[in-house]
């Protein structure tokens, strides 16, 4: 049996009968709190459940699902959630600073203030999503796909958006300073050039507006 308890009372929030997490199905699941930090939770499915505040730093969550979950205030650091399925899920000043998000589905999620600091975003699908406010510093997003993006403040300075598809996304307020964006689209689907003089001599949304 497996208890999954709270990480500052320690009660028990949920028990299990199996002796993994791997592919278990907590669909619907209420452990808000818990501290599943360092765990093997590769599969796992949290269709609907509240898992605000829980402490997932450093575990394993590949190719798990987490459709429509809340995760407000969750914490992913260092975390590894390569082909993560967060398809409109809440992760509203969620951490996620150092973690592996490559082949992420974030489609239609809302992560406004989350710390995404030195995530890696490579080939995620972040369409449609509302990224207001976050901080995705030294992020690398190359190659996501960022269309119809809300970016509205967001902070992306030393971000890597190599390829990256940013059509109709929006940027108001934007900060990009030592941003790499070679051959990726911007919001008025301008494909930035790799000319490393234009670059220089232009602002980035001037490529875009053209």
């Given at each position: 049996m497996i208890e999954?308890?709270?990480?500052?009372?320690?009660?028990?929030?949920?028990?299990?009968?199996?002796?993994?997490?791997?592919?278990?199905?907590?669909?619907?699941?209420?452990?808000?709190?818990?501290?599943?930090?360092?765990?093997?939770?590769?599969?796992?499915t949290f269709r609907n459940a509240d898992l605000r505040e829980v402490n997932f730093s450093g575990a394993n969550l590949q190719g798990a699902i987490l459709k429509n979950?809340?995760?407000?205030?969750?914490?992913?650091e260092n975390a590894n959630l390569q082909q993560i399925d967060l398809t409109?899920?809440?992760?509203?000043?969620?951490?996620?600073?150092?973690?592996?998000?490559?082949?992420?589905?974030?489609?239609?999620?809302?992560?406004t203030n989350a710390d995404c600091k030195g995530a890696t975003f490579i080939r995620a699908d972040i369409s449609l999503a509302d990224l207001t406010r976050v901080n995705c510093n030294d992020a690398n997003m190359a190659h996501c796909d960022l269309r119809g993006t809300n970016l509205a403040g967001a902070n992306l300075n030393g971000a890597n958006?190599?390829?990256a598809n940013m059509l109709d996304s929006k940027m108001v307020d934007v900060k990009m300073a030592g941003v790499h964006m070679e051959n990726a689209i911007g919001?008025?689907?301008?494909?930035?050039?790799?000319?490393?003089?234009?670059?220089?001599?232009?602002?980035w949304w001037e490529f875009w507006k053209r």
């Open positions: 999954i308890k709270h990480a500052t009372t320690h009660d028990v929030l949920y028990r299990l009968d199996d002796d993994t997490l791997q592919e278990a199905h907590l669909d619907n699941a209420k452990i808000a709190g818990a501290d599943l930090a360092n765990l093997d939770l590769r599969g796992v979950a809340d995760l407000s205030r969750a914490n992913f409109n899920a809440f992760l509203d000043d969620a951490i996620f600073t150092e973690a592996d998000l490559s082949h992420a589905i974030l489609r239609y999620s809302k992560m958006l190599t390829g919001p008025h689907g301008q494909l930035v050039p790799t000319h490393r003089e234009v670059i220089r001599s232009s602002r």
